[in-house]
T-cell receptor
Framework: DADVTQTPRNRITKTGKRIMLECSQT?????MYWYRQDPGLGLRLIYY???????NKGEISDGYSVSRQAQAKFSLSLESAIPNQTALYFC?????????????FGPGTRLTVL | QQQVKQSPQSLIVQKGGISIINCAYE??????FPWYQQFPGKGPALLIA?????SEKKEGRFTISFNKSAKQFSLHIMDSQPGDSATYFC????????????FGEGTQLTVNP
C-alpha cells in the first residue's frame, strides 16, 4: 500500500543537540507538510513544500529547518533542540486533485527534549 | 491566534449516545471544512468534510452541520460506539491556500461500553 513513513518513531535527546526527523512517502504526492501536535493546541504547521524546489514556512517555523531531498523525502531538523520542542511530530502529504485538500499523515514521531 | 476554535476539549459519552463536537472559525475565505479522526499511536485521517454551500452532510453515523452565518460547524456521531473513541480535529482550508489546513485544538472522545 502507498504509505507515509516517519523515522524514528520515538526519540529522546538533550538540550542543544541537533536532531533530524525523516519522512518518506510512496504515494507519489508532490505536496508534503510537517506539523507538531501538542495537547490542547491541536496540529500546527511548521513547514510545507509543494515540490522539490519549493519550501515555505508555516505558522511556527522558528527553531526548525527542512530539506526536500526528493519528491518522496522531506526532513525536519532541530538545529539546537530545546525542551519546549518536546511534542508529537507528524509528516503529511497531499495531492491537489483530491477533494477537500485531503492530507495523508504518517504515524508520527514522539520527541522528548530533556 | 487560533483561527479555528474547537470545543469541548474532552467528551465522555455512553454507548449508543450522541457525541457532538463544535467548531467556530474566523476567516470567511475558508472553502472546506474537514474533520479528522486520530486513534492512539496513529496519524490523523480524514473522516468527513463539507463545503460552505451546504448546511449538512451525512455519512453513515457521522454528520456535519454547518452554519455559515454564525461561522460555526459541528460533528455529530449518532449511536456512538466504543470504537469511535479517538481524538477528533476540525479543520478549515482555502482553495487558494494550496492544501494548507488550519486545525482546531482537538477533542478527545471516550465512548464507554
Amino acid at each position: 500500500d502507498a504509505d507515509v513513513t516517519q523515522t524514528p518513531r520515538n526519540r529522546i535527546t538533550k538540550t542543544g543537540k541537533r536532531i533530524m526527523l525523516e519522512c518518506s512517502q510512496t504515494k507519489g504526492h508532490d505536496r508534503m507538510y510537517w506539523y507538531r501536535q501538542d495537547p490542547g493546541l491541536g496540529l500546527r504547521l511548521i513547514y510545507y513544500s509543494f515540490d522539490v524546489k519549493d519550501i515555505n514556512k508555516g505558522e511556527i517555523s522558528d527553531g526548525y529547518s527542512v530539506s526536500r531531498q526528493a519528491q518522496a523525502k522531506f526532513s525536519l531538523s532541530l538545529e539546537s533542540a530545546i525542551p519546549n520542542q518536546t511534542a508529537l511530530y507528524f509528516c503529511a502529504t497531499s495531492d491537489p486533485v483530491r477533494p477537500y485538500n485531503e492530507q495523508f499523515f504518517g504515524p508520527g514521531t514522539r520527541l522528548t527534549v530533556l | 491566534q487560533q483561527q479555528v476554535k474547537q470545543s469541548p476539549q474532552s467528551l465522555i459519552v455512553q454507548k449508543g449516545g450522541i457525541s457532538i463536537i463544535n467548531c467556530a472559525y474566523e476567516n470567511t475565505a475558508f472553502d472546506y471544512f474537514p474533520w479528522y479522526q486520530q486513534f492512539p499511536g496513529k496519524g490523523p485521517a480524514l473522516l468527513i468534510a463539507i463545503r460552505p454551500d451546504v448546511s449538512e452532510k451525512k455519512e453513515g453515523r457521522f454528520t456535519i452541520s454547518f452554519n455559515k452565518s454564525a461561522k460555526q460547524f459541528s460533528l455529530h456521531i449518532m449511536d456512538s460506539q466504543p470504537g469511535d473513541s479517538a481524538t477528533y480535529f476540525c479543520a478549515a482550508s482555502k482553495e487558494t491556500s494550496g492544501s494548507r489546513l488550519t486545525f482546531g485544538e482537538g477533542t478527545q472522545l471516550t465512548v464507554n461500553p
